[in-house]
């Protein structure tokens, strides 16, 4: 009895070579990609503003004309801020290449050569041969001219380069924001030494009014020792104060210099005097800044929306190296004129030719190679996942702690104009005393020592009072709008 030939079943031998590269590719080891956690703190501890001062332009929440013209020139003029300029645009050409790479490559060829065959070689024996039974010559030596249009396009099926685009450009995006971050310590620098600049000022002009007061002391402390009341030692002790403090003009000269200089290097120029306003100026109430909501820091800080884009990234280069595994389609096609005679160079269709073909690769031999590059992107997403984490956690610290410098630094404030009020009265006080002889110069001398560090105290306490305004509303993401 003979088997029906219809019923037995064929499988075509391409089908099964494409089986097989499927089930090859298939094999793709798991892994376990781990999300970030992206909750904050419903507050900062303390009552919650409904705005941000991170909102605020920089250029409003820093009301003095001085310094605005600085941070303008800086933004236009520094260097570090100029070269990741660069360093932007070098990612945005990253991600137009990235582009490129799923797109069809078509190339223009032409091309020309001349070839002799040897009579005793195959290829000559054959054209003599033909010459023979055509009666028509072979041209000697043969001419191969030729022109025409070349193109390959690796077919994005698994969205590899696609994949690999999304990540570049979410990187140049995140190039951007790190602009931005610059842009933010750039502007709190600038603001921080300018406030410098204007205590180092008002400190100079209290040690020249102290130093007129001592001058004052010193003559009638001669006066008392030529009418024999204090001896010689008392003069002495009075002009070395004096001389202590007029030295230390120099040293506040000297600290003056250097912060100039720091705020011109910041601003791109080389050193000249910085245009300020008076030191009177850190007698002003610094302007008060809103915290908002932690919520508020993931949209507003630039470090951590570029921690975010990176951790986009990240995810998509994962995708990109899952890819390599699975097979890749690749089409190339040719269309131009090929012909031995420059004049039969461009007949149609007899010089004319063309080429079309399709190929189905999967990686075997070099699967341990696409592995390591598969661990090394999940290793790297995992890096990023982690370093969002400690952005946004670092972000919420520091307002945190400029939230408590603010508060305790306005209660020190206070009590140390209540300080140097009352020190300055015991100047006075200690003055009077001493020329009724009812204290000695010891007690003179330690009270306008006391009242001048007080004094400089204070100073400091007010410039401190700026920096932490200006390092809060940093904080808080502001200074780059």
Known sequence: MHANPMSRSTVHPHILVLVALLALSSCVPAWKVREARRDVPATFGVAPDSVSSAATPWSLFHSDPDLRALIDTALANNQELNILLQEIEVLRNEARARKGEYLPFVGLIAGAGIEKA????????????????????????????????????????????????????????????????????????????????????????????????????????????????????????????????????????????????????????????????????????????????????????????????????????????????????????????????????????????????GDLVAPLVNRNAIKAMYATANARQLQAVHAYERTVLTATVEVMNQLSRVANLENSYALRTQQVDALGASITISGNLFRSARADYMEVLLTQRDALESRFELVETRKQRMNAMVDLYQALGGGWK
């Open 118 to 357: 040897g009579e005793h070689t195959r290829n000559g024996a054959v054209e003599r041969s033909l010459s023979i039974a055509e009666d028509t010559p072979f041209p000697e030596p043969l001419t191969d001219l030729g022109f025409g249009l070349r193109a390959s396009w690796e077919l994005d099926v698994w969205k590899r380069f696609r994949n690999a685009r999304k990540a570049a450009t979410l990187r140049y995006l995140g190039g951007i924001e790190g602009r931005n971050f610059m842009v933010t310590n750039l502007v709190a620098e600038i603001a921080n030494s300018y406030y410098e600049l204007l205590a180092l000022d008002a400190q100079m002009a209290i040690l020249r009014a102290n130093i007129a007061i001592q001058q004052d002391a010193l003559e009638v402390v001669k006066l008392e020792k030529e009418a024999a009341k204090v001896t010689e030692l008392a003069v002495r002790r009075f002009e070395a104060e004096v001389l202590k403090n007029r030295s230390d003009l120099f040293d506040i000269q000297q600290r003056i210099v250097e912060t100039e200089n720091r705020i011109n290097f910041l601003v791109g120029r080389y050193p000249q005097p910085v245009q300020r306003a008076s030191a009177g100026a850190l007698d002003l109430v610094p302007a008060a800044v809103s915290s908002g909501r932690p919520a508020d820091l993931l949209t507003h800080r630039p470090d951590i929306r570029r921690a975010e884009l990176e951790l986009d990234a990240a995810k998509l280069d994962v995708r990109s190296a899952r890819a390599c595994f699975y097979p890749s389609v690749g089409i190339t096609a040719g269309f131009g004129f090929n012909a031995f005679d420059a004049a039969l160079l461009l007949e149609s269709p007899a010089s004319l030719v063309y080429s079309v073909a």
